[in-house]
Nanobody
Framework: QVQLVESGGGLVQAGGSLRLSCAAS????????MGWFRQAPGKEREFLAR????????TYADFVKGRFTISRDNAKNTVYLQMNSLKPEDTAVYLC???????????WGQGTQVTVSS
């Protein structure tokens, strides 16, 4: 059974940092891209960042460029999201996803809550 488990969320003050992790189990995602998304209450899920298997070409949503960094450790089957200069509007449930297809990502984690206080 494939599982993606996020961790590292929590409560942080504005301007602070958090590092999220997403550990995959049940299979390796060799050759597969992985991504991070978030969803705030009453809002649509939004794309944050994506990283390919080699980590050579990460892509970011414009509103996180320069603040968030995606990385992965293939030996640990884990993808990370380093978040700096956090703002109250970054408050959301953060989810990781793996194996993009034409209809979207095939596998999703359950998410980790990030709350940024002002």
């Amino acid at each position: 059974q494939v599982q993606l488990v996020e961790s590292g969320g929590g409560l942080v003050q504005a301007g602070g940092s958090l590092r999220l992790s997403c550990a995959a189990s049940g299979r390796t995602f060799r050759g597969s891209a992985m991504g991070w998304f978030r969803q705030a209450p009453g809002k649509e899920r939004e794309f944050l960042a994506r990283i390919n298997w080699t980590g050579s070409t990460p892509t970011y949503a414009d509103f996180v460029k320069g603040r968030f960094t995606i990385s992965r450790d293939n030996a640990k089957n884990t993808v990370y999201l380093q978040m700096n200069s956090l703002k109250p509007e970054d408050t959301a449930v953060y989810l990781c996803a793996a194996e993009p297809t034409a209809r979207g990502y095939k596998y999703w984690g359950q998410g980790t809550q990030v709350t940024v206080s002002s």
